[in-house]
């Protein structure tokens, strides 16, 4: 094999209870990256669409990835990666890691494997933190293992892949303003109170047990954040009403997708999922700010060869 075309899905991290550590894959939005072997060696970036990306190879979170991986696993050809672009560099919901784990899968594709997707982690995330500043893998790790996972440590890079409750269906609203990882992060506190934390893995650790046990009460009880998003609500539009309209049309929980500035809710069922998202198309209509609202199923498989 010579060349391959791949589907790197959008996702959404924190999922309100786990910054930096809770993330599930998405489904219908998603980069199309083709990536051939070249007889030069090393990595370069072909055409890129749909987006304007550094054409800099130090500077693109994809040839930054790609080569972290080659530097480990040395090969005697070389890889160029071209990107269809279709996530929005700093919408909320993983641009930058479906670029660079879109990329290392592709390339471990045509080394023919010599590492397993839960491995490829540790070459996108040297991508993921060039685009945000800090190495997490909550965006990256739902689509190299599907579903939802858990990051228990972002440090040694321990993943687990946990199941998804069936007819859980996520409702994304995109308000067209950008909003870089960088600064969503620069704002954060260093400290929190320990009553806030204590809060915080209260409802990180029945989210995860609740997702087990296919329990929605428990799970819309779980969706709260006690500390990134107080402090980050301010950077979205009309966050807390999106938010209210949300739970009361019947969401089970509602936030901000990753860093924002797009919000997701959980819903049970597609009817409910789809009045989630015009109500909240509802708030934005009446300030005229522009906007995108996307459907999705979880996504258990993550990055796909097409
Ligand atoms: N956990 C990350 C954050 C996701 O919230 O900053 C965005 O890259």
Known sequence: MDQIKIFSPASVANVSCGFDVLGFCLDPIGDIMTVSKTKDKGVSLGVITGQKLPKDPLKNVATVAASALLKSHSSKIGFRIDI???????????????????????????????????????????????????????????????????????????????????????????????????????????????????????????????????????????MKDEIIEPVRAMLIPKFSQLQKIALDSGALGCGISGSGPSIYALSKGEIIANRVGKSMGIIYDKIGLDYEVHYSQINEEGIKIL
């Open 84 to 222: 269809e672009k279709k996530i929005k560099p700093g919408s909320g919901i993983g641009s930058s890691a479906a670029s660079a784990a879109g990329a290392v899968f592709a390339i471990n594709e045509l080394l023919g494997k010599p590492y397993s997707r839960k491995e490829l982690v540790q070459f996108a995330m040297v991508g993921e933190s060039l685009a945000s500043g800090a190495a997490h893998a909550d965006n990256l790790a739902p689509l190299l293992l599907g579903g939802f996972t858990l990051v228990r440590s972002n440090k040694d890079l321990d993943i687990i892949k946990l199941p998804s409750p069936k007819g859980l269906i996520v409702t994304i609203i995109h308000p067209k303003i950008e909003l870089k990882t960088i600064h969503s992060r620069s704002i954060l506190k260093n400290e929190i109170p320990l009553s806030k934390a204590v809060e915080q893995w209260g409802n990180l650790g029945a989210f995860v047990s609740a997702l087990y046990t296919n329990d929605y009460d428990l799970l819309s009880r779980s």
